[in-house]
């Protein structure tokens, strides 16, 4: 683990910066290695020489941004006593290569980062390094819109995580037809879209909580994508004699937000506290006790 980012960390709100530093992890795995922020309920963990064990989600961003979007989601995560591990997808933030944030290279990212990248990860913050700041027994996965679709295909075979959460994301990849990175012309999937689809490979599937946010009115991913996604995660639970509504979703009729993609606008907040509340919940985390105020 390196560490690296004084420009990046004081961009961040005061209180998320005195608990966030910015590293590459697995470089021993990964070339040049994975750049991540990690952020922990305890002000200045890494100077502790054992910090308090923390649940801990990694986190990836959407296509074209980078893991710095949105730090009032990490903030409120450290106050609701859960540790982010937000990274850098392939081609994006640190890692930026020319090209690789155009469309028809999500497929590309989604499995190289769902095969190798994220296992890599977690054994990274299970490292010595890291002096066991962050409980490698409550783990949870997400993303959103590129991000979500990696998370979906990750879970889809044996995995160490406790929950999982996404955001405008699609697990059946049918419902993307109108995008030429995942169909052809007369609408079949391409070969890519095909073997990776998630909806398809629910055999592997461990019944987990899992919480989707989206908007009905989505312009870039289609609700229908997940919608079918959450009934076939029921379905199968119910066949296995498992809980159905560990799967659930919540939508948003219209958000005001960019293409009704681009976080939920006006239900921002409400997003944000469904997202928290479930993740607190499921990972059994504890309020870190500092205040709450804002962001």
């Known amino acids: 683990m390196t560490g690296h980012g004084s420009a990046r960390l004081a961009a961040l709100p005061a209180g998320l910066r005195a608990r966030t530093r910015f590293v590459r992890l697995a470089s021993d795995e990964i070339d040049g290695g994975v750049p991540a922020l990690l952020a922990h309920p305890r002000e200045a963990w890494w100077d502790s020489p054992e910090p308090s064990p923390a649940p801990v989600v990694i986190w990836m961003h959407g296509r074209s941004v980078n893991k710095e979007l949105d730090p009032g989601r990490y903030l409120r995560w450290v106050r609701a006593g859960i540790g982010a591990c937000a990274i850098d997808l392939p081609g994006h933030g640190e890692r930026e290569v020319p090209g690789m944030g155009e469309p028809e290279r999500v497929l590309e990212i989604a499995e190289r980062v769902a095969s190798v990248e994220i296992d890599a990860v977690v054994r990274a913050l299970a490292a010595p390094a ?166």
Not at 159 to 171: I, K, Q, W
Not at 173 to 178: G, I, N, P, S, T
Not at 183 to 210: K, Q, Y
């Open 130 to 295: 890291l002096r066991a700041a962050f409980d490698a027994s409550r783990m949870a996965l997400g993303g959103m819109s590129l991000g979500g679709m990696t998370t979906m295909i990750r879970l889809c075979r044996p995995h160490p995580f406790v929950c999982a959460t996404v955001e405008a994301a699609s697990g059946d990849f049918r419902a993307m037809a109108a995008r030429p990175a995942f169909a052809h012309p007369d609408g079949t999937l391409r070969e890519e879209a095909a073997r990776l689809n998630p909806i398809d490979r629910l055999s592997g599937w461990r019944s987990i909580p899992f919480l989707a946010l989206h908007s009905e009115l989505d312009e870039w991913v289609p609700v229908a994508g997940v919608r079918s996604f959450v009934d076939a995660l029921r379905a199968r639970a119910t066949d296995e004699g498992a809980d159905p509504a560990q799967a659930a979703l919540h939508t948003w009729p219209r958000t005001g937000a960019p293409y009704e993609h681009v976080g939920f606008g006006r239900f921002s907040n409400e997003a944000k506290n469904l997202q928290t509340e479930f993740l607190a919940r499921h990972l059994g985390a504890a309020p870190s006790g500092w205040p709450a105020q804002g962001n």
